[in-house]
């Protein structure tokens, strides 16, 4: 083999046999030649021979189906990246494919990177290989690519088309729990790798795909725990120094895996994801909202939202049983899907059905004109869709109607966007995790709670407020 010119008879015999021995296990590949960055030390280190590590790299040897919930550190990444890196070395003509939340985490300069991103930390192994073992790598900007097998690897940062470029035999969404739109972009992935997509993350809230599928007692992927508690370098000693610097949510985010408490100033904290998502089908029985957050110059959200009397109480059960967020569409768009939903009442007179009669309540901005100089709101009665609004409400009062509605609020669990959004949304903080406002951060998770915060402020307002029908 070229890669062993040069060397004697009983070295490229031995060389020969650790080659083999490499290429039968990932694990003695991992352990005995890959040199990786400790990063709480600051000094270089064979991959280490920790239990947990090695159950990972043998139970992976072959693509699968695999979801990692992580404490911070667990040098998770770094197995992930020399197990892409084992594949392209021993495995001819296969493509495996790397995203995570940002471009620069996947690849900061291809082959100038560094190992604060995934594929730097390849390059970085491979870089320290032995002759026999380093194979002819082409490193470019978000591509390696191994010239003797054939084999190459493709990065690229999460998007709803994320991965939709090819066929893969191996992928992994990294920091899966902190992806913004990850049902789309895990959607977009499994079609191009439905066996062998790993999800590796530390939590970030109950809502996405990641907490989907960690919380979903039928899904296909092996889930996997790497816990603190499995390094043999840690104890409760190490715990508890790490805590004095960190905030709650970072605790519970990097150290502890706790979903419920890992996002900072959480709006909706008191949400339950285990009781509260369901199946909550439409009930003909009872009356039908709509909340609206019209799309001027952001994506439009609907929820389409029911509610049942409790006996002595203040406030109802509150069902939602439908969702939609899109972008860049008209309003007659979302008019004819409001209308062609399946949501009907037997009429007195026939057997026929019709569409039954629904309350719409939606922002006061929807009532700023566009280029055509229609407003949404004037749009949609034109269409037939008359929209109440509220005006003069503080953001606040909203946030607040929408608050005392949680402990009886139910979502069926079609709606996995708003459950997304749900741990996402959340008031303005600094850089410590302190709440700095009472208004909510403006950011992708907003507009489908906007939309309940408009059917809540409308129906149990916290205080009285000028009403008005369009």
């Known amino acids: 083999?070229?890669?062993?010119?040069?060397?004697?008879?009983?070295?490229?015999?031995?060389?020969?046999?650790?080659?083999?021995?490499?290429?039968?296990?990932?694990?003695?590949?991992?352990?005995?030649?890959?040199?990786?960055?400790?990063?709480?030390?600051?000094e270089e280190r064979l991959f280490p021979e920790y239990p947990y590590l090695i159950d990972f790299l043998k139970s992976n040897k072959y693509p699968q189906l695999e979801l990692i919930e992580k404490s911070r550190q667990m040098m998770a990444s770094w197995a992930f990246m020399i197990l892409f890196l084992w594949d392209i070395t021993f495995n001819k003509n296969i493509a495996n494919f790397i995203t995570s939340r940002k471009e620069f985490l996947v690849d900061d300069g291809g082959s100038l990177s560094t190992p604060n991103s995934l594929m730097g930390r390849i390059r970085y192994v491979w870089e320290r290989l032995p002759s026999f073992l380093k194979m002819p790598l082409e490193i470019s900007f978000l591509k390696i690519r191994n010239a003797f097998t054939g084999s190459y690897i493709i990065g690229e940062s999460s998007n709803p088309n994320a991965g939709r470029s090819g066929t893969w035999h191996r992928a992994l969404m990294d920091e899966a729990a902190l992806i913004p739109?990850?049902?789309?972009?895990?959607?977009?992935?499994?079609?191009?790798?439905?066996?062998?997509?790993?999800?590796?993350?530390?939590?970030?809230?109950?809502?996405?795909?990641?907490?989907?599928?960690?919380?979903?007692?039928?899904?296909?992927?092996?889930?996997?725990?790497?816990?603190?508690?499995?390094?043999?370098?840690?104890?409760?000693?190490?715990?508890?120094?790490?805590?004095?610097?960190?905030?709650?949510?970072?605790?519970?985010r990097e150290l502890d895996i706790s979903?419920?408490?890992?996002?900072?100033?959480?709006?909706?904290?008191?949400?339950?994801?285990?009781k509260q998502i369901g199946k909550y089908p439409y009930n003909p029985d009872l009356p039908l909202y709509l909340g609206w957050d019209y799309g001027i110059g952001n994506p439009t959200a609907i929820l389409w939202i029911q509610e049942k009397p409790i006996p002595g109480e203040k406030f109802p059960m509150v069902y939602?049983?439908?969702?939609?967020?899109?972008?860049?569409?008209?309003?007659?768009?979302?008019?004819?899907?409001?209308?062609?939903?399946?949501?009907?009442?037997?009429?007195?007179?026939?057997?026929?059905?019709?569409?039954?009669?629904?309350?719409?309540?939606?922002?006061?901005?929807?009532?700023q004109r566009e280029l055509n100089m229609k407003s949404w709101i004037s749009s949609l009665a034109e269409l037939g869709i008359k929209t109440i609004v509220k005006h003069g409400v503080r953001t606040v009062d909203k946030i607040?109607?929408?608050?005392?509605?949680?402990?009886?609020?139910r979502i069926d669990e079609s709606c996995v966007r708003l459950q997304e959004c749900i741990s996402n949304y959340k008031h303005p903080t600094d850089d410590q995790g302190a709440v700095i406002d009472d208004g909510y951060e403006k950011n992708w998770a907003t507009h489908l709670m906007k939309a309940f915060e408009e059917y809540a402020v409308n129906r149990f307002p916290v205080r009285q407020a000028k009403i008005t029908a369009r």
């Not at 790993?198 to 092996?222: E, Q, V």
């Not at 899109?326 to 569409?355: G, N």
């Open 320 to 367: 939602i049983i439908d969702e939609l967020e899109q972008s860049e569409k008209i309003p007659s768009y979302y008019a004819d899907i409001v209308k062609s939903k399946p949501y009907t009442v037997m009429s007195k007179d026939s057997l026929k059905p019709k569409l039954k009669d629904m309350i719409h309540y939606g922002d006061p901005a929807g009532k």
């Open 259 to 274: 979903y419920e408490k890992s996002v900072a100033g959480q709006i909706w904290f008191m949400f339950d994801f285990n």
């Open 400 to 409: 607040m109607a929408g608050q005392q509605l949680v402990p009886n609020l």
């Open 181 to 252: 739109k990850s049902e789309s972009v895990f959607s977009s992935i499994i079609q191009a790798c439905k066996k062998g997509l790993s999800m590796n993350s530390t939590p970030y809230g109950r809502g996405g795909s990641f907490a989907r599928i960690r919380f979903d007692k039928d899904t296909s992927f092996n889930k996997r725990k790497f816990h603190w508690r499995l390094h043999p370098e840690r104890d409760s000693i190490w715990y508890k120094k790490q805590c004095r610097n960190m905030t709650p949510d970072s605790i519970a």
């Open 1 to 42: 083999m070229q890669l062993i010119q040069g060397l004697s008879q009983k070295e490229r015999d031995k060389a020969n046999n650790e080659f083999l021995e490499c290429a039968e296990s990932p694990s003695y590949f991992a352990t005995k030649y890959c040199w990786t960055l400790d990063i709480e030390k600051n």
